[in-house]
């Protein structure tokens, strides 16, 4: 399935400076669960959100209408990091399903206490946020554009995360030297984000 990038500025809109923690679950492939009532404002919320982290260009973490049953559930459980939409307000009380749950009807956004360590906003997430406001909020501005403006800041952030890797021998993949990050005297929240995002990209040390 295709993205859709034509819902970019209303995400935006609706969940305005929010829309960061919406950005961070993605780029630490985090499982995120979307609820509304109707299946089209599901599809064309949960299409858009893998442009969200454009590098990636992974749509296989999409799976835009989950059924509450025991089938579909367990194919969902099976995957790492996901998008999935539902129609049920059961899956709210189905903490097992998410990491960041979304109710899009109401507006708001809810993240797990299992990953509120991983996902500290600070400085840099303020930032980010600023950057997705500010972009969405300018008219001259079109949806592509403004997943274009998100997409350089990533490029950035990774290649911070890129001058703090080293490539140990007999491992083509570089990897993350953590005594490097800590180095950096980075805001707390910072340091832990590119920790975790070195995790996401399986850059850590086993």
Request: net charge negative.
């Amino acid at each position: 399935m295709q993205p859709s990038l034509g819902y970019c500025v209303d995400i935006v809109s609706q969940f305005g400076m929010e829309t960061v923690i919406l950005y961070t679950a993605l780029m630490l492939k985090k499982r995120i669960v979307v609820y509304h009532p109707r299946i089209e404002a599901i599809q064309e919320f949960t299409r858009t959100l893998p442009a969200l982290v454009w590098h990636r260009q992974d749509w296989s973490i999409l799976h835009s209408y989950v059924h509450l049953n025991e089938e579909e559930v367990e194919a969902l459980k099976a995957c790492t990091g996901y998008i999935a939409g539902f129609t049920d307000s059961e899956v709210s009380s189905r903490p097992d399903l998410y990491d960041v749950y979304v109710n899009l009807a109401d507006s708001e956004i809810t993240i797990s206490p299992v990953v509120k360590e991983a996902m500290t906003m600070g400085k840099l997430h303020k930032e980010i946020g600023q950057l997705i406001v500010q972009s969405a909020e300018d008219p001259e501005k079109s949806d592509s554009q403004v997943i274009k403006d998100i997409s350089l800041k990533t490029k950035e952030i990774l290649a911070t995360l890129a001058s703090l890797t080293e490539v140990s021998d007999g491992n083509e993949k570089p990897t993350l030297n953590s005594e490097a990050l800590k180095q950096k005297r980075f805001p707390p929240a910072t340091e832990n984000f590119l920790f975790h995002l070195a995790a996401a990209e399986q850059m850590l040390k086993i």
